[in-house]
């Protein structure tokens, strides 16, 4: 029964409102499923991440960027994803490799042939079952984001958000791209309509998907 699911977007598409909302309905189901994000998912991988999110970190190169989020995914299927797997749960993942190639492939513009290699290096060649893509105009998921960031208390993520509207641009079209060669595996939903549809129509593709539907 065991299923490797992810979730990807851009900044404000909405991923980790469904993600939480995916989680409780499995809950209510009875499903044996576990709920995970990237970058972080295990104490030293949420250390990583609040490196590479914080937004006093804006002297980050882009290539020790990249090897960091390597790093955080490696120990993330080592030490959750993998033997979740085994114990013949279903894993939802917010985010996964899809993303490095998204933000630090199209949105860096870094070496495509070396994303590859270092994701399946990193994640052993763990690939998901069905990739979920939220998609939205650039212009309104970085408003979304910002306007969230605003309202947040405490530790702020927002590093990624303080890209240019360019950068958000070419890593929704490198999701899009994604989608396209690999249709067996991602759906793309529209993430622009509201909350209660969007998680409707994640319901319905997840529950088809582990055979539930």
Avoid: W
């Avoid at 576990?34 to 609040?50: V, Y």
């Avoid at 969230?148 to 702020?156: D, N």
């Amino acid at each position: 029964m065991s299923c490797f699911i992810t979730f990807e977007g851009i900044e404000g598409c909405g991923k980790t409102t469904q993600v939480e909302i995916l989680s409780r309905f499995m809950k209510e189901q009875d499903i044996p499923s576990i709920f995970t994000r990237e970058p972080g998912g295990c104490a030293i991988a949420n250390k990583i991440r609040d490196i590479l999110l914080d937004v006093e970190n804006r002297k980050l190169a882009p290539l020790a960027e990249l090897l960091l989020y390597a790093a955080a995914r490696a120990q993330h299927v080592e030490e959750v994803i993998r033997p979740s797997i085994s114990e013949g749960k279903i894993v939802i993942c917010d985010r996964f490799t899809d993303a490095t190639i998204a933000y630090q492939g199209y949105g860096r513009a870094l070496d495509l042939d070396l994303i590859y290699t270092l994701n399946r290096l990193a994640s052993g060649g763990l690939m998901p079952n069905l990739t979920i893509l939220l998609d939205c105009p650039e212009e309104m998921g970085l408003r979304r984001a910002l306007e969230r960031i605003r309202l947040t208390q405490g530790a702020r993520e927002e590093r990624f958000e303080q890209e240019s509207l360019r950068f958000h641009r070419a890593v929704r079209e490198g999701y899009l791209h994604l989608a396209t060669i690999s249709p067996e595996r991602f759906v793309v939903l529209d993430a622009s309509k509201g909350i209660s549809e969007t998680a409707s129509a994640v319901r319905e593709v997840v529950l088809s998907r582990i055979g539930r539907g």
